[in-house]
């Protein structure tokens, strides 16, 4: 792929904020920023918040926040439409100006029976152009109880194509294209418009987003060039489909990008996993952001629809979890565990984090698991006990008791030792020992290594856990 030699690479991610930011769009930001990033260019964030229906200031925090999270950072930006309006309406005045645009007085009901006309013949429901000059031609008299929109002057002969970054090359015939309206009868520009306007002051060099917006294309690209600008590159990347195929919605789960953070995902993962969603690098599956930005290039992008994979994700979390320190993970679990209702001083958090992690896929995994150290410890109810602790094994229970009272130190090794010792002498098998201890001393059947959980949870709770026990 080449990054068009003529102009500096500046990609832009666009979302509207009317909800969170959803794993599509993410992914569109990611695609984006990779592309500004490998090829050294800048990425530019811009809010799309012209619907006054729909957009909120939440949702634009939560867009930037999904953002500062995926530590997807702009260069530019955030710019907000709706504080470019004044632009807009400058750039409609200078068409109407040049005939690019032209006042429609069509009302609504007359535009609906032209469509009506239309279907009626079996052709495509459009404008008739009414209002659209022509060399020669004479208008109709303005009326004056009607407030007019703007309609672009669109090309009616040839077609407009583009060569698809992704979807290669895409031609529309113009005479599909509407005069589209580019004001309303109060002034303010439509979504197209304050697209195009943006892409150009943006100098916008390569649009990355997704396919719904494909029959927008060829309408903007008129626009542009009737300004007089150098349309952008496109490449329209397939929706993520879920597990069955289906449009990815709420039904499969999670889909705010914030819910991952929330579920114990890594933001490392995150990238790793929607990067691959849609794109690839030969069979490499897992890699790191800097190798992402050094491997991205658009001609890889898939022209299917991805599907989303949570045991996938699952995986790739997991070993990026791995991937991290003992001590990073303390400190990105510490306040997990805090909301769990335990208390992350109260156990060595970076070696507990060193024997979670094996056996962990997320953070929140990890929480859970930390709280057998560091929660409120409950003892094993009614039930448990009798299961568990026959006389047999209070028996061994309390030969470990005591031995484990005149062990020196208080060390993993040291109580494998222990346990293997007496293990042998009585001539018994492991279970029959580790599992009486478990419930013993963590209220639960299963845990990880009984020696390192022994050796974590510290001599003196131990050794008082037992003697409760055994009393
Ligand atoms: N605001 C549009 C959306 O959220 C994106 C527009 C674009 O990328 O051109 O779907």
Same mark, same amino acid.
């Given at each position: 792929?080449?990054?068009?030699?003529?102009?500096?690479?500046?990609?832009?991610?666009?979302?509207?904020?009317?909800?969170?930011?959803?794993?599509?769009?993410?992914?569109?930001?990611?695609?984006?920023?990779?592309?500004?990033?490998?090829?050294?260019?800048?990425?530019?964030?811009?809010?799309?918040?012209?619907?006054?229906?729909?957009?909120?200031?939440?949702?634009?925090?939560?867009?930037?926040?999904?953002?500062?999270?995926?530590?997807?950072?702009?260069?530019?930006?955030?710019?907000?439409?709706?504080?470019?309006?004044?632009?807009?309406?400058?750039?409609?005045?200078?068409?109407?100006?040049?005939g690019t645009a032209y006042y429609c007085y069509s009302?609504?009901?007359?535009?609906?029976?032209?469509?009506?006309?239309?279907?009626?013949?079996?052709?495509?429901?459009r404008y008739d152009g009414t209002w659209r000059p022509e060399p020669?031609k004479?208008l109709p008299?303005?009326?004056?109880?009607?407030?007019?929109?703007v309609r672009f002057r669109s090309p009616q002969?040839?077609?407009?194509?583009?060569?698809?970054?992704?979807?290669?090359?895409?031609?529309?015939?113009?005479?599909?294209?509407d005069d589209l309206?580019?004001?309303?009868?109060?002034?303010?520009?439509?979504?197209?418009?304050?697209?195009?306007?943006?892409?150009?002051?943006?100098?916008?060099?390569? *649009?990355?987003?997704? %396919?719904?917006?494909?029959?927008?294309?060829?309408?903007? #690209? /008129?626009? &542009?060039?009737? =300004? !007089?600008?150098?349309?952008?590159?496109?490449?329209?990347?397939?929706?993520?489909?879920?597990?069955?195929?289906?449009?990815?919605?709420?039904?499969?789960?999670?889909?705010? *990008?914030?819910?991952? %953070?929330?579920?114990?995902?890594?933001?490392?993962?995150? #990238? /790793?996993? &929607?990067?691959? =969603? !849609?794109?690839?690098?030969?069979?490499?599956?897992?890699?790191?952001?800097?190798?992402?930005?050094?491997?991205?290039?658009?001609?890889?992008?898939?022209?299917?629809?991805?599907?989303?994979?949570?045991?996938?994700?699952?995986?790739?979390?997991?070993?990026?979890?791995?991937? &991290?320190?003992?001590?990073?993970?303390?400190?990105?679990?510490?306040?997990?565990?805090?909301?769990?209702?335990?208390?992350?001083?109260?156990?060595?958090?970076?070696?507990?984090?060193?024997?979670?992690?094996?056996?962990?896929?997320?953070?929140?995994?990890?929480?859970?698991?930390?709280?057998?150290?560091?929660?409120?410890?409950?003892?094993?109810?009614?039930?448990?006990?009798?299961?568990?602790?026959?006389?047999?094994?209070?028996?061994?229970?309390?030969?470990?008791?005591?031995?484990?009272?005149?062990?020196?130190?208080?060390?993993?090794?040291?109580?494998?030792?222990?346990?293997?010792?007496?293990?042998?002498?009585?001539?018994?098998?492991?279970?029959?020992?580790?599992?009486?201890?478990?419930?013993?001393?963590?209220?639960?059947?299963?845990?990880?290594?009984?020696?390192?959980?022994?050796?974590?949870?510290?001599?003196?709770?131990?050794?008082?856990?037992?003697?409760?026990?055994?009393?």
């Amino acid at each position: 792929m080449t990054a068009t030699a003529s102009r500096p690479v500046r990609t832009r991610f666009a979302p509207s904020p009317t909800g969170y930011l959803h794993l599509g769009g993410a992914r569109t930001a990611l695609f984006s920023w990779a592309f500004a990033r490998h090829y050294g260019g800048s990425f530019v964030l811009r809010i799309e918040d012209t619907d006054l229906e729909r957009s909120t200031p939440e949702a634009v925090q939560a867009i930037l926040d999904g953002m500062q999270w995926l530590d997807l950072s702009a260069d530019e930006g955030p710019y907000y439409q709706m504080q470019r309006m004044s632009r807009y309406r400058e750039v409609i005045a200078d068409m109407l100006a040049k005939g690019t645009a032209y006042y429609c007085y069509s009302t609504p009901a007359e535009v609906e029976a032209m469509r009506e006309k239309a279907r009626a013949i079996g052709a495509k429901p459009r404008y008739d152009g009414t209002w659209r000059p022509e060399p020669g031609k004479t208008l109709p008299p303005v009326p004056d109880s009607i407030q007019p929109v703007v309609r672009f002057r669109s090309p009616q002969i040839g077609v407009t194509a583009w060569d698809d970054l992704v979807k290669g090359p895409i031609s529309f015939d113009n005479q599909e294209l509407d005069d589209l309206v580019i004001a309303r009868p109060d002034g303010t520009p439509t979504y197209n418009f304050c697209v195009v306007v943006d892409d150009w002051d943006m100098q916008i060099s390569h *649009v990355i987003r997704g %396919d719904d917006h494909v029959n927008n294309t060829p309408r903007q #690209i /008129n626009i &542009l060039r009737a =300004l !007089g600008a150098e349309p952008p590159c496109y490449g329209h990347v397939p929706m993520i489909l879920g597990p069955d195929g289906e449009k990815l919605s709420k039904r499969h789960g999670a889909v705010s *990008v914030m819910e991952y %953070d929330r579920l114990g995902y890594l933001p490392e993962a995150m #990238i /790793n996993y &929607l990067a691959r =969603l !849609g794109w690839s690098h030969g069979n490499d599956e897992l890699f790191t952001r800097e190798q992402f930005v050094s491997w991205f290039d658009p001609a890889h992008l898939s022209r299917s629809a991805a599907q989303w994979d949570p045991k996938k994700l699952n995986w790739v979390n997991a070993h990026a979890l791995r991937q &991290l320190s003992p001590q990073d993970l303390a400190e990105r679990v510490a306040p997990r565990i805090q909301r769990r209702g335990g208390s992350p001083g109260n156990a060595d958090l970076v070696a507990v984090m060193e024997l979670l992690r094996e056996r962990s896929e997320t953070l929140e995994d990890l929480a859970e698991g930390a709280l057998l150290f560091c929660g409120p410890y409950t003892p094993a109810d009614t039930a448990l006990r009798t299961e568990v602790l026959d006389e047999t094994a209070l028996g061994l229970l309390r030969q470990f008791h005591t031995q484990a009272q005149a062990l020196p130190g208080w060390t993993e090794a040291g109580l494998d030792n222990l346990i293997k010792s007496i293990l042998k002498t009585e001539g018994v098998k492991m279970p029959k020992l580790a599992i009486p201890l478990r419930v013993a001393v963590t209220g639960q059947k299963h845990t990880p290594s009984i020696s390192a959980v022994l050796s974590l949870l510290g001599r003196n709770a131990v050794l008082q856990r037992l003697a409760d026990t055994l009393a």
